[in-house]
């Protein structure tokens, strides 16, 4: 599952997001996956920034993202859960 999410049609910012089921783990998915929403994002004239929030513990997902340019803006609770939202400038 995959996406590219703006909350509303005056947004700037959209939310990239994938989740991937463990058989496919470190196979590269997630990485093609990031790259291509990141690609399609910068078609997207309206987009300048992209946001994505992991669980902290997750670092298979941060260093997707961090190889893909986006640095760590915040960590916050998720209904309880421990998030970190990470932000790319288009």
């Given at each position: 599952?995959?996406k590219?999410?703006?909350?509303?049609?005056?947004?700037?910012?959209?939310?990239?997001?994938?989740?991937?089921?463990?058989?496919?783990w470190?196979?590269?998915?997630?990485?093609?996956?990031a790259?291509?929403?990141?690609?399609?994002?910068?078609?997207?004239?309206?987009?300048?920034?992209?946001?994505?929030?992991?669980?902290?513990r997750?670092?298979?997902?941060?260093k997707?993202?961090?190889?893909?340019?986006?640095?760590?803006?915040?960590?916050?609770?998720?209904?309880g859960?421990p998030?970190?939202?990470?932000?790319?400038?288009l």
């Open positions: 599952m995959a590219l999410e703006i909350k509303n049609s005056k947004a700037h910012k959209a939310e990239l997001g994938y989740m991937l089921l463990p058989e496919y470190g196979k590269g998915i997630g990485s093609k996956v790259n291509l929403l990141i690609k399609r994002a910068r078609n997207q004239k309206e987009i300048t920034k992209l946001f994505a929030i992991i669980d902290p997750n670092v298979a997902s941060r997707i993202l961090t190889n893909n340019g986006f640095v760590s803006k915040e960590f916050k609770s998720f209904d859960l998030g970190e939202i990470l932000e790319l400038k």
